[in-house]
């Protein structure tokens, strides 16, 4: 008789069947050693690892008066003068109406896109956005009202635009709002978003005040723009949109994210938003570092990590390329090569989505060697599109880099011989039942 409760029972079947369909199961309790060098992280300057700002940060935080916990949400008492001062200081460095800091980019997402969509208001978004900005809809009152665009495609935007301000007359009558959501880079593809195309049609087609475009910076921050500001204001772009995301978990490094939107919708969300009125709000120490690593962020050593995280992604696919020429792109490859810096104006993403039939077997492999590999299959990503996803960092080196690829590359071989020798068994098996006939 089994000793687990009905509720353990239900939770390990459907673990079960995650493993039968080769889900790769998540444990967070195991450690994945990088020990080998760092490809997988989102710590694309390498900020974590400059081993003289942590000296400098304990500077910083020994002359603060408040370093513990805030003491309470930001509706009770956790709107301090630390938090107030935070969000002034992006206002003055993003040159943005209102900024608003939030706990995480996922507690941002969850907050503005449960709480902003008024009834009767409509979302239109590229089907590859990210998961909480989905969690966050399914809470929204524009809920059954959400429809995607093909990934990237100004066709199927511009053709999707149209039909909405069809079927729904109160967005051209200025009567609702069409909210229109992308990511200015892609964390799983690392493609870039033709935003200044989707922006034209939206300036072209819906009313101004009816439209409120929604770009998720997190991926960009701190790779692109003056002082790594973001890809919007990289092409200049920033004052065509309504609201932007940007998280501190990636090139920051650090915790938490800022919104900057209206004073009306800061109002609102601070009055409605409950995913935010009911979280405590940062520790004092959280709101140090925040600033502390944003402004080591537009630092010129920072900008030279970004000019060598440009130069190592250009080397690792010339690298990775010339090391896989002669291995059929069914075993591994970078997907869509060809075209994910297409909408780049020659700028490089750091992100290579590896493909592999085999991601969890790959991940296996490289956990052995000392990387923090993590296989990517459906649901996480679309059938057929299994994968790795590599991330190149302003830490990285060329001799990193080449290791890496070599061992990538002996893997694929691997998986080249193992698979003729199983066609020749079959071939031979084959032959050999011709001959009982």
Not at 142 to 155: D, W
Not at 236 to 243: A, F, N, T
Not at 370 to 398: D, F, S
Request: charged residues 20%; glycine residues 8%; neutral net charge.
């Amino acid at each position: 008789m089994s000793s687990h409760s009905v509720l353990e029972t239900s939770m390990l079947a459907s673990l079960e069947t995650r493993r039968r369909a080769g889900v790769p199961r998540m444990d967070a309790d195991v450690l994945y050693s990088d020990h080998a060098g760092d490809f997988f992280s989102n710590d694309y300057l390498s900020i974590g690892k400059l081993p003289h700002i942590r000296q400098q940060f304990l500077d910083v935080l020994s002359q603060k008066p408040l370093i513990f916990g805030s003491t309470g949400s930001r509706a009770i008492t956790g709107s301090t003068s630390d938090h107030i001062g935070l969000e002034q200081y992006f206002m003055k460095q993003l040159q943005v109406e209102k900024a608003m800091v939030f706990n995480s980019g996922y507690l941002c997402n969850m907050t503005f896109f449960g709480y902003a969509p008024q009834a009767g208001d409509v979302v239109l978004y590229d089907e590859f956005i990210h998961a909480s900005i989905h969690d966050g809809l399914r809470i929204s009152r524009a809920k059954e009202h959400t429809i995607p665009f093909a990934h990237n495609s100004v066709a199927d935007f511009e053709s999707k635009l149209k039909q909405i301000l069809r079927d729904y007359p109160a967005i051209p009558s200025g009567l609702s709002t069409l909210f229109i959501v992308i990511e200015s880079v892609y964390s799983m593809e690392g493609d870039f978003a033709p935003m200044e195309e989707i922006i034209g049609l939206v300036e072209k087609y819906v009313p101004s005040k009816s439209a409120h475009i929604v770009v998720d910076e997190a991926h960009s921050l701190g790779l692109y723009g003056p002082s790594g500001k973001g890809l919007l204001r990289e092409w200049g772009l920033e004052k065509r949109v309504h609201s932007v995301i940007f998280t501190f978990t990636k090139s920051v490094n650090f915790v938490g994210g800022v919104f900057t939107t209206t004073p009306i919708i800061y109002q609102y969300l601070s009055n409605y938003g409950r995913s935010w009125l009911f979280t405590s709000s940062l520790p004092h120490v959280d709101l140090a570092a925040i600033k502390f690593c944003f402004d080591v962020m537009q630092t010129p050593e920072a900008d030279q990590l970004r000019k060598n995280v440009a130069n190592m992604c250009r080397f690792f696919v010339k690298y990775f390329l010339e090391s896989t020429y002669d291995i059929p792109k069914s075993v591994i490859a970078i997907l869509h090569q060809e075209t994910k810096d297409s909408n780049g104006r020659g700028l490089v993403s750091p992100i290579f989505p590896i493909y592999t039939p085999q991601p969890v077997a790959l991940q296996h492999h490289l956990n052995k060697l000392g990387y923090a590999a993590k296989g990517l299959t459906y649901p996480g990503v679309p059938r057929g599109t299994e994968r790795l996803r590599v991330v190149i960092h302003g830490g990285n080196t060329e001799a990193e880099i080449r290791l890496f690829v070599d061992r990538l590359r002996a893997w694929a071989l691997k998986q080249v011989a193992l698979t003729t020798a199983a066609q020749s068994r079959m071939m031979i098996e084959g032959t050999a039942s011709l001959h009982k006939l």
